[in-house]
């Protein structure tokens, strides 16, 4: 099957939904392909007790507010879930679920996209795949010699699985923030949270609200050539979340610094202390899923491709939306992907004229 259309874009979770938006009230012809089943994108496979930072009226995509929760300040992921799905069917776009690209191509006026289902002769294609299908680990010594069990962020459900353990939580973002706090409220957990540095919380009342401000002033900043405000970063790196600013509070969010290497039974530190344990969560990151746009040969230094916003330096025809500040100041977020969203597709609605 080969078919031809204006515009592919591949991801349908927050910003593949937010591109569609744009390109239908744009009339332009589109599908959007995505590799998950079902609607809801990375926020489906998220860890039990995840919330949104920021209320659910400072959480939502372009022409649709998200609803609030009820009891709930800051959504959970469940909730997020539901969102998407009905935007999805609200706006009725036209989303190919289960349905994986494996490349892209130039094809002489046009760029082949080639997905298990078939292949699409595109005008113009926006990647939106994120990073969640792209977990990072770190190369740890010993790290293969741990006998116990290790999973990243993305395998991370709930502290039922952990019952009577001895945790491991590395990582000092948000994630590992969350993931530790889960871990020790729950009280039938022993956990162990390391970092590279000391962890640096937000101020307590700083939620996405102002995260969004602040990076949309540094954005604004750099692209008027002033000085660099440093953006979130300046601000810390973990927002006190309730159950964070929770489990902190009570004293239950002990920090070591990172060991220096593992073995069968645990970690060891360079002053020579051990610790055993029965598992270890890295919450290391993610690298951002571009294998498809590899025959393109676009990658620059950190396996990012260059960008003049979200279009690819070295091909007009392709722009990346979602990926971080990057590809837009605040655009991997549910309230910052829409401003880049629009300003894609205007730009390709201007290359299609």
Not at 54 to 76: C, N, V
Not at 315 to 330: F, I, N, Q, S, V
Request: aromatic residues 6%; glycine residues 12%; charged residues 20%.
């Amino acid at each position: 099957m080969t078919e031809h259309t204006d515009v592919v874009v591949v991801g349908g979770g927050q910003a593949g939904l937010a591109a569609g938006y744009h390109l239908s009230r744009q009339g332009l012809d589109f599908v959007i392909v995505d590799a998950d089943a079902a609607p809801g994108g990375s926020w489906q496979h998220m860890w039990d007790s995840l919330h949104l930072f920021s209320p659910a009226d400072h959480s939502s995509l372009p022409g649709r507010l998200m609803p609030a929760q009820p009891g709930e300040t800051y959504p959970g992921a469940a909730h997020v879930v539901d969102y998407l799905a009905d935007y999805e069917k609200r706006y009725n776009l036209p989303v190919q679920h289960g349905t994986r690209v494996n490349a892209v191509h130039r094809d002489a006026d046009r760029l082949r996209v080639e997905a298990d289902a078939g292949i699409w002769r595109a005008k113009a294609v926006i990647s939106a795949t994120g990073t969640w299908s792209r977990p990072f680990l770190p190369a740890v010594p010993g790290r293969p010699d741990f006998a116990g069990r290790q999973l990243h962020t993305v395998n991370y459900r709930s502290p039922a699985d952990f019952a009577g353990q001895r945790v491991v939580v590395v990582g000092g973002g948000n994630s590992g923030a969350q993931i530790a706090a889960d871990l020790a409220l729950d009280g039938d957990v022993e956990v162990k949270w390391v970092t590279r540095r000391p962890p640096r919380f937000l101020p307590d009342d700083i939620d996405g609200r102002a995260l969004f401000d602040v990076a949309t002033a540094r954005r604004r900043a750099l692209d008027a050539g002033r000085s660099d405000t440093g953006g979130v970063a300046s601000l810390g790196d973990i927002v006190a979340v309730p159950p964070v600013r929770a489990a902190r509070n009570a004293g239950l969010l002990t920090v070591k610094p990172m060991f220096a290497h593992l073995t069968a039974t645990g970690a060891r530190w360079a002053d020579g202390s051990r610790s055993d344990a029965d598992a270890i969560v890295w919450c290391t990151g993610f690298r951002p899923a571009l294998a498809h746009l590899a025959p393109l040969n676009l990658r620059g230094p950190r396996g990012h491709i260059p960008t003049d916003g979200t279009r690819a330096l070295g091909e007009p025809r392709l722009h990346l939306l979602g990926y971080g500040d990057w590809t837009g100041p605040a655009s991997a977020t549910l309230i910052g992907v829409g401003r880049t969203a629009r300003d894609a597709v205007q730009q390709i609605r201007e290359l299609l004229r």
